[in-house]
């Protein structure tokens, strides 16, 4: 008699910039994954950033292309996720969707890059009183990286984060950390450059989800 052994999940590693199969559900180990797509002029459109523990399943959204790559070198595993999954990730996509087309509206493109970093931090960086600190070597957000997601050039980047942190508006605490400190009681500061405030919207649970799972509560 033979015995058929359950099949083992899928696992991946992928280094930075690489593909991971949209068609599969999987259950991020380690580091970022981001859903992108693209318009007519090939410029990149972020959807969603998840990061360790998070979940991402297929989303059926109909939009294409629909890529999912990653930001740093990541672990995944194959997941058969419950119909409550499906569900929890369907909400959360829409969410942050909502959000970063919230955050590409802002004028300029300076503002809307402090944005960014403020909705990063908020999402997977650790909180205190003074504010939020990411790790952009741990999220390898390079500069690219982040002119990717906020529609603008590598260079106006650049030249932005160092005009952040001669204002004090971003404070550099190591070689790879940045601190985005606290301006008001929401720990969102008000819009630079006389752009409007945005009200970010909260995670399902009201709280960002990278921050329970490494024990962080939001003051």
């Given at each position: 008699?033979?015995?058929a052994m359950?099949?083992?999940?899928?696992?991946?590693?992928?280094?930075?910039?690489?593909?991971?199969?949209?068609?599969?559900?999987w259950?991020?180990?380690?580091?970022?994954?981001?859903?992108n797509?693209?318009?007519?002029?090939?410029?990149?459109?972020t959807?969603?950033?998840?990061?360790?523990?998070?979940?991402?399943?297929p989303?059926?959204?109909?939009?294409?292309?629909?890529e999912?790559?990653?930001?740093?070198?990541?672990?995944?595993?194959?997941?058969?996720?419950?119909?409550?999954?499906?569900?929890?990730?369907?909400?959360?996509?829409?969410?942050?969707?909502t959000?970063?087309?919230?955050?590409?509206?802002?004028?300029?493109?300076?503002?809307?890059?402090?944005?960014?970093?403020?909705?990063?931090?908020?999402?997977?960086?650790?909180?205190?009183?003074?504010?939020t600190?990411l790790s952009?070597?741990?999220?390898?957000?390079t500069?690219?990286?982040?002119?990717?997601?906020?529609?603008?050039?590598?260079?106006?980047?650049?030249?932005?984060?160092?005009?952040?942190?001669?204002?004090?508006?971003?404070?550099?605490?190591?070689?790879?950390?940045?601190?985005v400190?606290?301006?008001?009681?929401?720990g969102?500061?008000?819009?630079?450059?006389?752009?409007?405030s945005?009200?970010?919207?909260?995670?399902?649970?009201?709280?960002?989800?990278?921050?329970?799972?490494?024990?962080?509560?939001?003051?």
């Open positions: 008699m033979t015995i359950p099949a083992r999940p899928l696992r991946l590693n992928l280094r930075s910039d690489g593909h991971l199969p949209a068609d599969i559900s259950r991020i180990d380690d580091g970022y994954i981001r859903a797509t693209w318009n007519v002029e090939g410029e990149s459109i959807l969603g950033i998840w990061g360790p523990g998070d979940l991402i399943t989303t059926g959204c109909g939009i294409k292309p629909y999912l790559i990653s930001l740093a070198r990541v672990s995944v595993v194959e997941h058969q996720p419950s119909e409550s999954d499906v569900l929890d990730f369907l909400r959360d996509q829409f969410i942050q969707t959000e970063l087309l919230q955050i590409h509206r802002v004028r300029p493109a300076e503002a809307r890059l402090l944005r960014l970093l403020h909705w990063i931090g908020n999402r997977f960086g650790r909180i205190s009183s003074s504010g600190t952009l070597e741990d999220m390898n957000l500069h690219r990286h982040l002119a990717d997601i906020a529609g603008m050039t590598r260079v106006t980047v650049t030249k932005a984060l160092t005009r952040f942190r001669s204002q004090g508006l971003v404070v550099r605490v190591s070689e790879a950390d940045l601190l400190p606290r301006i008001d009681g929401l969102i500061s008000p819009a630079p450059f006389g752009s409007a945005i009200p970010f919207l909260r995670t399902l649970s009201q709280e960002p989800p990278a921050h329970r799972k490494a024990g962080f509560l939001t003051p």
